[in-house]
C-alpha cells in the first residue's frame, strides 16, 4: 500500500523526545511548548500566530466547542491540547516521553496526562494526534493506534502532520543535500527515519474503522517547511454510530 520506512530498527527518537525541556528563552509559553515539541529545528519551526491560527481554523473544522472533550495521542508537553484548553475544553493525552508528560501536568493541571505508549484511551469528543504517525514503528502499529482513537472519539478523529509517501523522495533530497550527501546524511540520521503514509491507506483505515466524511489535504501551516511533504486526515463518526456508544 506504501512503503514504510525505517523507523523501527534502533528507533532512536524516543531518546529524542525523553531529552525535551522547557526553554524560557523561546519567549511566550506556546512558543516554548513549541520548542519542547520539535517545532523548533529549522525543517520543523513553526510560528506561534500561525499555530495559534491553526488551531483555531481547526476546532471549527472539527466542531470542537468549549463544551468539548479533546484526547491528543501524543501530545508532548501539550503545544496543542494547550490552544484547546485556552478555549474552555476538557483536555487529556498520552505520550511515551515523561519529561514532556511533565511539562503537559505543569502547564493544564486540570488536564490528564499519561506517559505511555499504546494503552487503553478514554472516551473524548475529539481524539487528535499532530505530527506523531512519523514517529510510529511500522505501519500495523499505526493501524492500531488508528482503530482505538476512532473506537473512543465521540464525534471526530483528525490525525495532523503524516509525512506522504507520495512526496517522500522529495522530502529526503532537500536534506540529503545540506548534510553533505546520502553516506552522511545517513550516518547523522540513523535511528531518525520517518514512517510515510499514503493518502489512500490512511483515508481507507479511517473509513474501515467506521468513520464519514473521511478526508486528507495537504498540511497548511504557513513557512514549516516540514509541511511541504505532510498532510492531514480527519473524519467524523456517524450519529447514529456515537448514540449507541
Ligand atoms: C513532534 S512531537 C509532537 C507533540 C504534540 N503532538 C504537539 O503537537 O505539540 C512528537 C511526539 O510524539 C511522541 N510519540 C512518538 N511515538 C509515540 C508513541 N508510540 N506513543 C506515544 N507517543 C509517541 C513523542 O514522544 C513526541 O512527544
Known sequence: ???????????????VWARRRLDSSKGS??????????FDTGYGDIAESHWVDFLSDWATQLNITPDSSVFE???????FLYEMHRRGCDVAGLDQSAALVDIARATMPDGHFEAADLPELPRADVVTSFSVFGYFPSLAYAEAVVRR???????????????????????LAERIAPAGGPDNYA???????????SREWIEQVLRSARLEGVRTADQDLPAY??????FNAWGFRAVADADRR
Open 149 to 171: 482513537m476512532v473506537a473512543k472519539a465521540k464525534t471526530g478523529v483528525a490525525i495532523f502532520d503524516l509525512p506522504d509517501s507520495a512526496r517522500r523522495d522529495d522530502a
Open 29 to 38: 509559553l506556546v512558543a516554548q511548548l513549541l520548542a519542547a515539541d520539535g
Open 225 to 230: 517547511r516540514n509541511g511541504q511533504y505532510r
Open 187 to 197: 550516518a547523522r540520521y540513523e535511528g531518525l527515519a520517518h514512517l510515510y503514509y
Open 1 to 15: 500500500v506504501t512503503r514504510s520506512g525505517d523507523a523501527g530498527a534502533g528507533n532512536r527518537w524516543p531518546e
Open 73 to 79: 495521542v501524543g501530545c508532548g508537553s501539550g503545544a
